[in-house]
């Protein structure tokens, strides 16, 4: 049995060793799960956690590969804090890069100075109105947002196949499902480093990511806006005391989370792929949640979990190329980490004794109570 | 032809059918457990495994089911052991089971094997028309229909189930009443991975004999979508199974007969049609909530 206790105060240190105990355990049972399946474990783990950071122009690609995870899981906790639970950011990411990408295609001569701003606004529009609907189908007709959110995934999925290969294919493609490049100006460069030059693929927009964590940081910590979404989540009846309105607040918390996840796809595209196609997110979307989790909801501590998480993301690819491992084994990490992170928060908040089943039911005192429960047992 | 279409409408809402009804049992003991795509994920993935290796469909069956309870199981001990967040918890186990259903699943890419065998009854069988739709069907089929009479029966009828119930709208009354809230919860959680494995096996062993990484494509949340939809009523989900089941086979039939709609405008309508049945059931308030299970999400531990 197991059984919890409320801390009175919760130390710092305590705070602190979550995550990394977390990241421990997910490594020596990843281990193990390796082992199981006839992997060698210590190979594993090697190009998992090593081989994709072994150069500094690999380091500069974690950044890349962070980009996304850190936009999206800076917006997504804000949602989270207010215990909204927007999963669906995967389908606004590909809605905001339909859009950025309609600006884009359709006025191709834009000068860069115009391109880059209605680029980055269309964006964060598109998320935004993908994430609205399931806000307002939650505060207007009480549906869940998990399961809307998630339902809008699967059809952005076949929304932008279907404009790829439809109205938006480029005529020159051969039948390739791809839109025409963007014009340069719709492009973001990558960073020349003085001295060093180009380091891997590094470009403007893991900049703007930073950025964005910060200006996330600041309004969740610093404004009455942040304030009454962590209201919201922690006591809503106080919230509901104090006059924060819980739609208004469902509404903004999708509005930032779903703009987030569109500008992620704005940047992804503008910065790595240069055109639309039927996959231009692989999976950052819910790869963000853990993010969020991992950071503890803190914005800032997102940069940190964005590379970590990031880190297995490309150690998935190395394994795959190495290790002839499926892909997919960077899904069995992040659900592990996950469960990590999640049973730690426990630790945090309770006090945990686990104990074996004991005979102090059996005393007679005890034993009407004890009869009951066998009965409930089926 | 009409009957074929019927048939593959009937075959597609089976495993819907058992992953939901799994899912109400858990919902209705008051937690909710969103992994059901990782549950039927790891099914399909132990049941199509088994089955190649032992050349058994039976004990596919048998694997699958077991596959889907233990993924269950981890989700019971932090959930209710650990007092863990359920929403973040059951999305960790389908990322989870996604992940660990590909990894494993690897080297079973490309084979194939043999579906479920129709059951022929005598007699019944032959009938025209209604031997084809009712009597011919493989094991599992008539299995989903009997289960949700019997989930039925047990809510309803039973002591058991009574108090299942009231753990569900009541933890802590049915906590001082003697009951093992978290015992029972536990119970309803592993039924709840057992039939999302049989949901999930179902998939590889008769409606496309094969494995393909996520081959549930998000039937496991169309089944959480059922359950509201359902209003945590067992019937209430077969009938909302045949009608995804349809939707679902809405888009073959449409390519089938040349209509012009691009074939992802199709394939959205089971995903499309889950929103508008959840806009529908859940404005009516009332309704929507005269059977829902009031402790649902909530953690219960003892003597805070």
Redesign the interface.
Known sequence: M???S?RKDIPLALTLMTPVVAIALTLVIGAA?FGI?GYDPLAALYQFFIAPVSRPDQIADLFVKACPLIIIASGLVFAYRANV?N?GAEGQMILGAMAAGFVALTWPNLPGPVMMPAMILAGMLGGLAWGM?PAL?KT?????E???S???T??AV??I??TV??PWRDPMSFGFPLTPTYADAALISRVELPGVGRLGQLHWGVAGALIFALAAWFVLGRSILGFQVKVMGDAPRAGRFAGFSPALVTIIVMAISGGAAGLAGMVEVSANIGQLQPDISFGYG?TA??VA?LARLNPLAVIIAGLVVALAELGGDSAQIALA????????????L??ML??G??FNR?H?TVSLPHRARMRPDRL??DR??G???? | MLEDLILTVLMTSVPLVYAATGELIVERSGVLNLGVEGMMLMGAVAAFGIAMVSGSLVLGVIAGGLAGMLTAALFGILVLGFATNQVATGLALTIFGAGLSGLVGAPLIGHAIEGLPVLRIPFLSDLPTVGKLVFSHDLMAYGAVILVAAVAYFLKRTRAGLVLRAIGDNHDSAHALGYSVLGVRFMAVLFGGLMAGFGGAYLPLALTPHWAEGMTAGRGWIALALVVFASWMPWRVLVGALIFGGITIMQLAGQARGWTIPSQFLSMLPYLATIIVLVLISRNREFALANSPACLGRAFHAGK
């Open positions: 197991i059984s919890l409320p799960i399946l639970w999963i609907i189908l207007r007709f009480n549906t869940n998990i399961l809307v998630l339902m809008l699967y059809v076949l929304l196949d279907w290969r439809g819910f949640i853990i989790f491992m499926p892909k997919v084994v960077t899904g069995v990490f992040k659900g592990i996950l469960f999640l049973a928060e426990t309770y945990v009407q109570g009951m429960q009965d409930s047992g089926a």
